[in-house]
Structures are given as C-alpha cells and as structure tokens.
C-alpha cells in the first residue's frame, strides 16, 4: 500500500514535469488548434495594425516613458519621400533650373548682346536714384543672400561637387563653417527684405505703364523704350520675387533654426521643401537681376553703385519717373557739365 | 555575409523597457539620448501594442542619401554606421529616418545640435573595433565580439529578434504558424521594401 502509494507519486510527478516538456520539443505535439483559422482565437486580432494604421494615419504614433515627444512617432514612411525630393528631386529641378538661367542670359548676351546708352546720351546731370539707406540695404541683402545662396547649395550639391575635389575631412570642416554661416547670415538677410519692402513697396504697385512694358519685354530685344515710373515691370517682378520668396524663405528658416518648436516632423520636411523650392527659383531670379545689373546694360549698376544716375539714362530707361521728379522739382545732385575744372 | 536586421514581434512585447535600459548600459548612452525606445500604440485602451524600435539598419538608408556630408557608410553585415568627425550636426538624418533613430546631444536651436548618435547595431563606428576612441563615441562593439546587439540578446520574452535578416524572419514565421497569429515585421515594408509573408 504505502509502496504504491508511492509509486503512484513518483510516476504521476513525472508524467507532471516530463511530459509537457516533451510536448514542447517532440514533433508530434499537436499544432494548437486554431492554426487553420487564424482569426478565430487570435488574441490580438483586434490591436493596433500597422498596414491598417498606416492608411488610415499615414504615420504610427504612440505614448513613449521619455519626455520627448518626437520619439512617441513610431514609423513616419514620409522619411522615404523627403528623401526622393533631398536626393532625387531637388538636384535635378535646381540644377535644371539654375543652369536653364545662366544658359537663357548666355544666348541672350552673345545675340543681342550689351544695353548701351547710344539713343540716351550722357547729359552730364546727376540725379540721385537710390539714397545711403536703400544702397546699404540692398547690399547687405545682397552680402547675405550670395552667402546663403553658396551655403545653401552646398546642402545638397557640395558632396555631389565639392567633396569628390576636397575630400571628407576638409569638407566636413567647411561644411561645419558654412552650416554656420548659413544660420548667421538669415538675420541680416530677412532684415534686409524687411526694410526693402518698406522702403520700395510703394513704387512697385503695378500700374498702367507695366502692361506696355510686359509686351514689349522691356525693350530688351526691339530695343524700345517703353515707359516707367521709378520702377519698370520687370523691376517690379524682381522686387515681389524677393519678397515672396524671400519671406517664404525667412518664415521656413526661422522655423528650421528651432526645429519642432511649432510643427512636427512632417511640417518639418514641408518647412524644408519649401525652403529649398523657393531658394532654387529666388536664385535663378537673382542670377538675372545680376546680370541686367551689371554686364548686361550699360548704365545701371551706377544707380546702386553711386546711388546716382545721369539724367539720359533715367529719361530713357525711367522717364515718367524723371517727368515726376520734375513736377515736384528735385533737383539733380551734381552737374558735371558745370563743375570746375581741378 | 549576413544581412542584420531588427524583428520586433508585436505579440510578445511587454513594454518592460528592458531594452532601451540594456542598450543606455551596454553604450553609457548619455542622457537624452534614446538609442531605442518602446512606443505603445493605443495605450490603456483596448488593442493596445507595444513595438520596440530603434535604427532599422534599411536597405538604400535614407539618413546615408540625404545626409549633405556623407558621414555614413554601411558595413558588409549591411549594417548602417556613421563617422562623428564627419558629421555636422544638420539634422538631416532625422527629418528623412523613417523610424525616429537619430539623435542628437542637444536642443537644435541655431543649429547647434551636436553630433548625432543613433543605433550601432552595437557595431560601434569607423574607429578600429573596442578602441577607446571607438567605446567613446560609438559605445561598445560586440559585433566584432562574435555577439549580437544587447537589446535583444536580453530580450525577456523573446519579442526582440536580431540576426540575419533570413533567419529572423524564419523564426518569426515559425512562431506564426505555431501560435496561429502574428502582427508581422513592423517597419520592415519601409526600411527593407519587403515583408515576411505569414
């Protein structure tokens, strides 16, 4: 009796811890039940679904034990396509873009080559164009923007040209300055877009002259002079491409300098689309501006240069400008005609 | 060569946060710093689930791609390092990576980040393997140990799953079929444009 007893232990607290042991090694333990209908006794057949989550939200989010709420995002698969526009899209519409530019004002310099003053010619009188604050405003802009312009795309074409030249190192160096640059320099820039549309929005209301100006291209090619006030169509087109994509780029930047402080990661990646989109147009803009402003008219880098005009120029180029002028009689700054002989 | 990957089992997770304890000991991560984190979707309702996740290690990375510098280079285990001297401290990384890994030293304003520090797959970087430059930086390199990352290594309930992309996937479905039932490989249709079909 106590022997069986006994034995009936022994066996039954093997059978106990060996048994289920060797259901869980043997091959003939029985596949649990449900194997064939999944759904039927999945526990988490209801719980969070990532493909499901993903159309419905576009992005996984949940509660993270850290306090930082950009680690709470799980999956953002909208990091696939800001790196499509990073690497794909944006050094080919750019460069596109830039070199569309540099080519259109290339084929126009060789055919119809410099604006000279033949039909206006110097009259000897100055008068002033752009005064201290206006020069040093557009200058410092001006500074500014080359700067943040050649930092700018250093982001994204400095390792494609750059880097193959100069190396990891060096370039990573010069990349650390130009990152810092880049920062340093949008404080005097969106300062100077700032005054500029203060001091220059006035003048660059279109009005009824610009209509005449847009059809015949300025004069460019028929070598007309249509009239302008102080400033012509084209002018105008520069100044509200600065101010558009000069604010959108101000606005972009600012938020770019404090990241996650008003949007999420993908305001994030829009602020920098955005940026990108605007700078690339901005500088394709400006590479014209230069242009016209220096090699390719005679005359007009002097009215930012000097702040002071001659009188020819201004009839030709800006004559209901000059008529104004006169009607509330400002007089000319110097006459060259009458100053004395040194 | 092996192509490591990270399997997180969705079923299995507890949230204990064990791993992203494992990995700031392993790495003397700094502070503010989160290798890898647990999220809970849907917390305290019900269909709640628990992902642990870190760098993914993808295939085509897009913090390599976009990174303005190319501070990043892949090893042939594929898995995804970075140079510190090189980087700049952008942000870049961030905005693109799918997954939240990198992480910088401090708050961005005026750019200045620090620089960045993600997931090694506990492979450290491009220093020579457990030099002092390279524990300094990068945190300690087991893969040249012969080991796998901690985090899973010590996983409790097995949930974490690091290895060859193949085999984990093959354990995965292995226990799919077993238990009857499986979420599938988080993340993986983003970082490796692939699933384990279940």
């Known amino acids: 009796m106590n022997l069986r007893r006994v034995l009936g232990l022994i066996v039954f607290s093997l059978a106990v811890t060996v048994l289920p042991a060797g259901a869980q090694h043997g091959q003939d333990a029985a596949p649990p039940a449900q194997t ?45 396509d800001y790196q499509w526009f990073h690497e794909r899209f944006l050094p080919w519409a750019s460069g596109i873009l830039i070199a569309a530019m540099i080519l259109a004002l290339a084929v126009f310099y060789f055919t119809r080559g410099r604006i000279m003053l033949e039909d206006s010619p110097e009259s000897g009188i100055k008068i002033q164009r752009f005064n201290v604050i ?29 880097f193959p030249l100069i190396g990891p190192d060096a370039f990573s160096t010069w990349s650390h ?12 820039f969106i300062a100077g877009i700032l005054v500029m549309i203060v001091t220059w929005v006035r003048d660059n209301i279109p009005d009824r002259y610009d209509w005449r100006w847009l059809k015949e291209f300025g004069g460019f090619i028929s070598n007309t002079h249509p009239p302008a006030r102080r400033f012509n169509a084209g002018q105008k087109m520069i100044f509200w491409s600065v101010v558009v994509f000069g604010l959108a780029l101000a606005t972009t930047g600012i938020i770019m300098l404090f990241p996650f402080w008003t949007l999420d990661i993908n305001g994030m990646q829009w602020a920098q689309y955005v940026h990108s989109s605007a700078a690339a147009i901005l500088i394709a803009v400006i590479i014209a501006h230069i ?13 930012m240069g000097s702040g002071e005009v001659d009188l020819g120029w201004a009839r030709a180029h800006h004559s209901e400008w000059v008529k104004e002028l006169h009607r509330v009689g400002v007089p000319p700054v110097r006459n060259v005609n009458t100053m004395p002989a040194e | 060569m092996a192509r490591m990957k990270f399997l997180c089992d969705a079923d299995r997770c507890i949230e204990c946060n064990a791993c992203a304890t494992a990995c700031k000991n392993e790495h003397d991560v700094p502070w503010g710093i989160n290798r890898r984190r647990v999220i809970t979707l849907n917390d305290g309702k019900p269909g709640e689930r628990s ?24 090893t ?36 200045s980040r ?29 893969l040249a140990e012969g080991k796998l990352p901690l985090c899973a290594e010590m996983c409790s309930t097995k949930s974490l799953l690091a290895g060859d992309g193949e085999i ?14 499986g979420s599938g490989a988080w993340g993986w249709q983003t970082a490796y444009r692939e699933s384990v079909a279940t």
């Open chain 1, 36 to 80: 064939g209908s999944p759904n039927a006794a999945n526990p988490t057949a209801d719980s969070a679904n990532e493909q499901r989550l993903l159309q419905e939200m576009r992005k996984l989010q949940g509660r993270v034990t850290i306090p930082d709420y950009k680690a709470a995002t799980l999956e953002q698969p909208q990091g696939r």
């Open chain 1, 134 to 162: 206006e020069r040093l405003t557009h200058w410092m802009t001006a500074t500014s923007f080359i700067v943040l312009a050649l930092t700018g795309l250093n982001y994204f074409f400095g390792k494609r040209v750059l």
């Open chain 1, 177 to 188: 300055w130009a990152k810092l640059a880049h920062n340093t320099f949008a404080w005097p």
């Open chain 1, 291 to 303: 242009y016209i402003g220096t090699l390719g008219m005679e005359g007009a880098y002097e009215a």
């Open chain 2, 51 to 74: 992902v642990s996740m870190a760098c993914m290690h993808c295939t085509n990375a897009p913090c390599a791609a976009v990174c303005p510098v190319d501070c990043f280079f892949t």
């Open chain 2, 76 to 111: 042939a285990d594929a898995v995804v390092l970075h140079s510190k001297d090189l980087c700049i401290g952008c942000g870049y990384c961030f905005y693109a990576c799918p997954f939240g890994a990198p992480q910088y030293p401090r708050v961005g304003n005026f750019g």
């Open chain 2, 114 to 142: 620090g620089k960045m520090d993600k997931c090694t797959y506990c492979a450290g970087g491009p220093e020579a393997d457990n030099s002092p430059a390279e524990y300094a930086k990068y945190g300690r390199n087991r």
């Open chain 2, 168 to 181: 984990i996937a093959q354990i995965y479905k292995e226990r799919v079929r077993q238990r009857g039932y």
